[in-house]
């Protein structure tokens, strides 16, 4: 079993920046990638970043050259640092995780709020 929490959501202007945390805890050696999605109102979810063991990144389209997904290993923790962040980007991130043996375990999701 793994207990995903995620922290750093909030209001930030048009053009400004903010980084989110995703912690887990539990059986943490059973982690294979741990990612980012995001819902905004009234859209499906849809994918932002995802992050491997092994390190290999990937990013979804919409946030390409403006987001970054980093981990620390020793923390169990992935970080998300949004930059140049636009209206269109307002939504609730989600931290997902998924293990080795093919489980996932999602957290309870962070507002972003990006207005002037």
């Known amino acids: 079993q793994v207990h995903v929490v995620e922290s750093g959501g909030g209001l930030v202007q048009p053009g400004g920046s903010l980084r989110l945390s995703c912690a887990a805890s539990?059986?943490?050696?059973?982690?294979?990638?741990m990612n980012w999605y995001r819902q905004a109102a009234g859209k499906q979810r849809e994918l932002v970043a995802v992050?491997?063991?092994?390190?290999?990144?990937n990013y979804g389209d919409a946030v390409k050259g403006r987001f970054i997904i980093s981990s620390d290993s020793a923390k169990d923790t992935v970080y998300l640092q949004m930059n140049s962040l636009r209206s269109e980007d307002t939504a609730v991130y989600y931290c997902?995780?998924?293990?080795?043996?093919?489980?996932?375990?999602w957290g309870q999701g962070t507002q972003v709020t990006v207005s002037s």
């Open positions: 997902n995780v998924q293990t080795l043996f093919g489980r996932e375990y």
């Open positions: 992050i491997t063991r092994g390190g290999t990144t």
């Open positions: 539990g059986t943490t050696f059973t982690i294979a990638a």
